[in-house]
């Protein structure tokens, strides 16, 4: 299993796409706890909040690579969701990340059992495995691109921009 530095460097390498599908409500025990409790505490973000992953997003974007995300959720949201939607993903789309939103509150998930994953240049997946608590664990390589092609172009097809979601629950 993959993770740490070894995963990290993935996004030093691609030469065009980066796609990650994000399926879980909480992931409290990954990326940066601290901003989490923070944001759990009422505090305002803190200045220089997730520097480090804008870094990495702008140098690839400004050099014409993308990347691009859907988170798959449901309605209300879990205070980690509104932490990682209004601090992270309002925050990184400064650098040129996209995010996409497909909402199941009202309808069937097109992605039942399907787990997390990052796939670079259509053609690298590595599916991601965390606990109970949101804490990750590690990345497995997964050898099938076509099946995890037809993972994300099923999210892209029934997700909407996160601008657009975002204006109409974001608040609520």
Do not use: C
Not at 98 to 117: A, Q, S, W
Not at 132 to 140: P, S, V
């Amino acid at each position: 299993m993959l993770k740490g530095q070894d995963f990290s460097r993935l996004f030093e390498t691609f030469e065009q796409t980066a796609f990650r599908l994000e399926t879980l409500a909480d992931y409290g025990k990954s990326g940066n706890v601290d901003a989490y409790r923070a944001f759990l505490a009422g505090e305002p973000q803190p200045a220089g909040y997730n520097a480090a992953w804008l870094a990495k997003v702008r140098r690839n974007t400004e050099a014409g690579r993308r990347m691009y995300r859907v988170h798959v959720l449901a309605r209300p949201l879990t205070p980690y969701l509104q932490f990682e939607l209004g601090w992270g993903y309002r925050t990184n789309a400064t650098a040129g990340e996209e995010f996409f939103i497909l909402d199941i509150t009202e309808k069937p998930n097109p992605l039942e059992g399907v787990p997390d994953f990052w796939m670079f240049d259509e053609s690298t997946t590595f599916s991601m495995a965390y606990d109970d608590e949101g804490g990750f664990l590690g990345a497995e390589h997964e050898l099938d691109a076509d099946r995890w092609m037809h993972r994300r172009d099923t999210a892209l097809l029934h997700a909407e921009p996160f601008a657009d979601w975002w204006e109409r629950y974001g608040n609520r």
